[in-house]
């Protein structure tokens, strides 16, 4: 018997350590929402700011989880502990979900009972909530839908996964991978585990209306506010990647899943040549070589789904350059590689080029 969207049951936990400020916003979002069945849950993560009397100034119209600081990961390991429903949202205390948001996501759930998670688009907004025009992820670049089973183990960190605010999970596909390990994400990146470990265990939907405000007011945990190279933040990304290609590994292993002896992404490559030319006194992975990274971005292009042969020899192009390029050329090039705001004269022609692949699964470029 199927269920109907109204029937869905959708609880939105709010993630929050030291974000009062806006705090006030994600909660009237959250329990703002038109579908009628929603339960809305805040989890404070040892906040030290006024972000607990705010909390308990709504504790008629949401549930609340008070603990000590224990990081994302723990955070929300404890609030999909308290979740009864049939649909996981999670929202950072900084974001803020549009009405409608719920009702699409229990919509897109209905209609396919082999869904296991719905993302959406985002719009950026600056500390007081203005838009400030910008889109994520940007508008040139396709979200993939479907089976995405081969891509994720192929090279996952080249689609198109959106931050903690834009997801929702059916809720068995979430307990199946929870507790989210929190050794590997002490502090934020929680979210990397999520939604690429969920694409092994079902379906994905990308919804192309946007559903959520995106926050960034400089001091996000995760976000760089500048179109600028953070090395710092960069490290941190080969970390979390590093981390999640060992989970994704043992989860296809443990569901059976064909896959390759090594994930190799774009993207992450990328990252890995920036931080080794840039920095490579504290570059995290010391058996990182350029050519070695040259070589591997070869295999990585080979394996990218929805993208023109075009586009992957572009790909590589960059790494050669990056390999054999001054350090002051490197840096340029690594910065026009990560922001597209760069490039905007650019962008339409490597859209087009990704679209050539066919699929619609392709993302970083």
Same mark, same amino acid.
């Given at each position: 018997?199927?269920?109907?969207?109204?029937?869905?049951?959708?609880?939105?936990?709010?993630?929050? $350590?030291?974000?009062?400020?806006?705090?006030?916003? /994600?909660?009237?979002?959250?329990?703002?929402?038109? $579908?009628?069945?929603?339960?809305?849950?805040?989890?404070?993560?040892?906040?030290?700011?006024?972000?607990?009397?705010?909390?308990?100034? $709504?504790?008629?119209?949401?549930?609340?989880?008070?603990?000590?600081?224990?990081?994302?990961?723990?955070?929300?390991?404890?609030?999909?502990?308290?979740?009864?429903?049939?649909?996981?949202?999670?929202?950072? @205390?900084?974001?803020?979900?549009?009405?409608?948001?719920?009702?699409?996501?229990?919509?897109?759930?209905? /209609?396919?009972?082999?869904?296991?998670?719905? =993302?959406?688009?985002?719009?950026?907004?600056?500390?007081?909530?203005?838009?400030?025009?910008?889109?994520?992820?940007?508008? $040139?670049?396709?979200?993939?839908?479907?089976?995405?089973?081969?891509?994720?183990?192929?090279?996952?960190?080249?689609?198109?996964?959106?931050?903690?605010?834009?997801? @929702?999970?059916? +809720?068995?596909?979430?307990?199946?991978?929870? #507790?989210? #390990?929190? +050794?590997?994400?002490?502090?934020?990146?929680?979210?990397?585990?999520?939604? &690429?470990?969920?694409?092994?265990?079902?379906?994905?939907?990308?919804?192309?209306?946007?559903?959520?405000?995106?926050?960034? &007011?400089?001091?996000?945990?995760?976000?760089?506010?500048?179109?600028?190279?953070?090395?710092?933040?960069?490290?941190?990304?080969?970390?979390?990647?590093?981390?999640?290609?060992?989970?994704?590994?043992?989860?296809?292993?443990?569901?059976?899943?064909? &896959?390759?002896?090594?994930?190799?992404?774009?993207?992450?490559? %990328?990252?890995?040549?920036?931080?080794?030319?840039?920095?490579?006194?504290?570059?995290?992975?010391?058996?990182?070589?350029?050519?070695?990274?040259?070589?591997?971005?070869?295999?990585?292009?080979?394996?990218?789904?929805?993208?023109?042969?075009?586009?992957?020899?572009?790909?590589?192009?960059?790494?050669?350059?990056? !390999? %054999?390029?001054?350090?002051?050329?490197?840096?340029?090039? +690594?910065?026009?590689?990560?922001?597209?705001?760069?490039?905007?004269?650019?962008?339409?022609?490597?859209?087009?080029? =990704?679209?050539?692949?066919?699929?619609?699964? !392709? %993302?970083?470029?």
């Amino acid at each position: 018997m199927s269920t109907s969207a109204s029937d869905l049951v959708v609880d939105i936990v709010i993630n929050n $350590h030291n974000y009062g400020a806006y705090l006030e916003a /994600a909660i009237e979002s959250a329990c703002g929402q038109t $579908h009628r069945r929603v339960n809305v849950l805040a989890v404070d993560d040892g906040s030290t700011d006024d972000s607990r009397e705010i909390l308990a100034r $709504h504790g008629d119209r949401i549930g609340l989880i008070l603990r000590e600081n224990g990081g994302q990961a723990s955070a929300l390991n404890a609030g999909v502990e308290a979740c009864k429903g049939d649909v996981v949202m999670f929202l950072d @205390a900084d974001d803020v979900l549009r009405p409608e948001a719920a009702a699409r996501v229990a919509a897109a759930f209905a /209609a396919d009972p082999g869904v296991s998670k719905v =993302q959406f688009r985002m719009e950026t907004i600056d500390a007081a909530g203005r838009p400030t025009g910008e889109l994520k992820p940007a508008a $040139h670049l396709p979200m993939p839908n479907g089976d995405l089973r081969s891509a994720e183990l192929a090279s996952p960190y080249d689609l198109v996964w959106m931050a903690t605010s834009a997801n @929702a999970f059916r +809720a068995e596909a979430l307990r199946r991978i929870l #507790p989210i #390990p929190v +050794a590997e994400y002490p502090v934020t990146g929680a979210d990397w585990y999520l939604v &690429h470990l969920t694409a092994l265990l079902g379906r994905v939907v990308s919804l192309e209306d946007v559903g959520a405000g995106y926050r960034v &007011h400089g001091a996000n945990s995760y976000e760089l506010e500048q179109s600028s190279i953070d090395l710092d933040h960069l490290r941190q990304a080969i970390g979390f990647a590093a981390s999640t290609s060992r989970e994704l590994l043992r989860l296809a292993a443990e569901l059976g899943i064909e &896959h390759p002896e090594r994930i190799l992404s774009v993207a992450d490559l %990328a990252n890995r040549m920036t931080s080794l030319r840039l920095d490579p006194s504290r570059h995290p992975l010391p058996s990182d070589r350029r050519l070695g990274l040259l070589a591997d971005s070869v295999r990585a292009a080979r394996r990218r789904q929805g993208v023109s042969a075009a586009m992957k020899l572009a790909f590589v192009a960059w790494f050669a350059a990056m !390999a %054999a390029a001054p350090r002051g050329l490197a840096e340029r090039l +690594a910065a026009l590689f990560m922001f597209p705001e760069r490039r905007r004269s650019l962008n339409g022609l490597l859209g087009r080029l =990704q679209r050539g692949g066919g699929n619609g699964t !392709a %993302a970083v470029a």
